[in-house]
């Protein structure tokens, strides 16, 4: 019981850790210091450092899944888009273990770790996924791989600012952390955004959108 406890106990203080200050400038000798274990813990309860790193990432996923669940129950395209965008804002806030996630990725946008691929690869991917097949369903018929990923990114974007720029959070916020008034508020706003610019996106004629991204050997660009 005593080294679940001291596993369990090593995971919180990691993720914390992790989440404030990178994996890069993480050392598991406080988090150890932290957790009241032996400087040895992580070695023996994770195998090292990167392990752990994974197993926090693990942990990030699970707890904001909690949040998700609210945005796979709706089916209606813009309805299903507004709830994610509204999970992502509220995510930024959110101090607790439903928070993480976005800070996890946060840091790696800004420090990547050696490990910064594959674990935002593996642990976005399905959230990446469910986004794609509403974009490409109000994106219509005629949409194209690089059109999606553009919109993707677009959207992507806005959070990662609002993440890590505090001095925008002042300017949209009455407080370090809005209101629920004020994330619903926010919210509707950047919605009506990204639906602006699908619904300009649609009216670009066929011949005009490039149709593959750079690099892939799936397909062959068509000029």
Known sequence: MKKKATRES??????????????????????????????????????????????VWDYAVKHAMEDYSVVTSQNEDREWLYNYLRVCVLAIFDTGPSGLLRRLVANEMNDPSPYAEEMLSEHLSPRIHDLDLHLRRMLGPNVTDFQVECCILAIHSQFATLTINKSTRRKLFTKQTPTEEEAAHFTREICAFVMGGIRAMRTVPPQARR?????????KETK
């Open 10 to 55: 090593l995971l919180e203080c990691a993720a914390r850790a992790f989440a404030e200050k990178g994996y890069n400038a993480t050392k598991t000798q406080d988090i150890c210091k932290e957790a009241q274990a032996n400087v040895a813990a992580v070695n023996y309860h994770f195998g090292g450092k990167e392990e752990l790193y994974r197993e």
């Open 211 to 219: 149709s593959i991204i750079p690099n892939s050997d799936s397909k």
